[in-house]
């Protein structure tokens, strides 16, 4: 009978450093090979996460991430460069990763994962990855995973700390871990959700968990060596340690615990208690100009970093987006006020904490940001 996993000569040189590898072999590789792997988020987690599958040689892996590359972003997201500034995230991480191993295949979503389509898309993967940085997105991958039977394999960054697990695996004995609301049954008050946007990240953190996601997603594809099942890593990049907890399964556990109450997915910006980016108002890089041309009386806020705004800005007031609650007194509430990025990105998450927790009516998204004025302009 053939083996349906063959390998080109290319790729047997590419991969000989782990068909020489005892426990490994090539029946690893070909574990790896045949995997489905669905990376959720292609940005800081992402970047390592995805770049260290494709060179292992994971043959199938998806991408789903409907955000744009923002300058910002590059301080940690390696994936990405300069020339990358205003594309899709999904279709720029599939390029470069298809560049690194030609012989794996790729499929993007660009799009947000919702409540509606996670079921859909995680039907056709073996793994999950969170590559995500919000407690709604962690709830609803956990709860998609589980409700799918998939294992979750999780990361999160936050300043100088990072942690690891691996949730809802079935050992070789058909027993369950635990997953992520056996860990937090519940998310914790929203004054209390850290925000990388505004508490920052040590640039080479997201590197370190995300490369440890990666070996993690490949240990148990492969079956070698012991896995996170029922631990929890925490590490600490600036005495460069870590801590291990364990983890038991809830019998309270509303997805899968004695008595279930969960048997479809919610609404998990309501769960977590987020505010949503619905009621932004928004103005086209169109809009703006003629605004500008028309003399029209407004106020223009970027809210990027001073090195940011000293290479290239289009005036305005300067408020970074950390400290756009000490700097609320700045602005108008008796004109239109235009928030800028590079993107659109930060300046929606600035219109969102002000309107939230001020009750400002007045704020206008500059639309695609800077990137997308800047064709304008040059046009």
Request: glycine content about 8%; some cysteine.
């Amino acid at each position: 009978m053939i083996d349906p996993i063959q390998f080109s000569p290319e790729e047997l040189t590419r991969y000989n450093r782990h068909v020489i590898l005892p426990q490994f072999g090539m029946e690893g590789q070909k574990k790896l090979k045949a995997s489905k792997v669905l990376v959720v988020g292609s940005g800081g987690l992402g970047s390592p996460l995805l770049l260290y599958l494709a060179a292992a040689g994971v043959g199938n892996i998806g991408i789903i991430d409907f955000d744009v590359v923002d300058e910002s972003n590059l301080q940690r997201q390696v994936l990405f460069d300069g020339r990358d500034i205003g594309k899709p995230k999904a279709k720029m991480a599939a390029e470069k990763i298809k560049l690194l191993n030609p012989h794996i295949n790729v499929t993007t979503y660009n799009e947000q994962l919702t409540s509606t389509n996670a079921l859909d898309i995680i039907k056709d993967y073996d793994i999950v990855a969170d590559g995500t940085d919000n407690f709604p997105a962690r709830y609803l991958i956990n709860d998609a995973c589980v409700l799918s039977s998939k294992p979750y394999v999780y990361g999160s960054v936050f300043q100088f700390e990072g942690q690891v697990s691996l949730f809802n695996y079935k050992n070789p004995n058909g027993e369950i871990g635990p997953n992520y609301r056996d860990l937090y049954p519940s998310p914790p008050p929203r004054e209390l959700i850290p925000d990388c946007a505004l508490g920052g990240v040590l640039g080479v953190l997201p590197g370190i968990i995300g490369s440890m996601q990666a070996l993690e997603i490949i240990k148990v594809l492969t079956g070698i060596g012991e896995n996170l099942s029922g631990k929890f890593l925490v590490f600490d990049a600036l005495s460069l340690s870590w801590k291990s907890f364990f983890i038991k399964r809830d019998p309270a556990n509303p997805l899968n615990g004695d008595v279930p109450s969960i048997k479809w997915l919610i609404d998990y910006d309501e769960f977590c208690n987020v505010a949503k980016q619905r009621n932004i108002k928004e103005i086209s890089a169109q809009e703006f100009y003629h605004l500008k041309s028309e003399g029209e009386d407004f106020q223009l806020i970027d809210v990027r970093e001073p090195d940011e705004y000293s290479v290239f800005n289009i005036e305005g007031d300067l408020v970074p987006l950390k400290t756009v609650f000490e700097s609320a007194d700045k602005i108008k509430i008796d004109k239109k006020v235009i928030f800028y990025c590079q993107s659109g990105s930060r300046s929606k998450q600035a219109i969102t904490l002000l309107q939230e927790k001020f009750g400002f009516q007045n704020l206008y998204n500059l639309t695609g940001g800077l990137a997308e004025y800047g064709k304008l302009i040059k046009d």
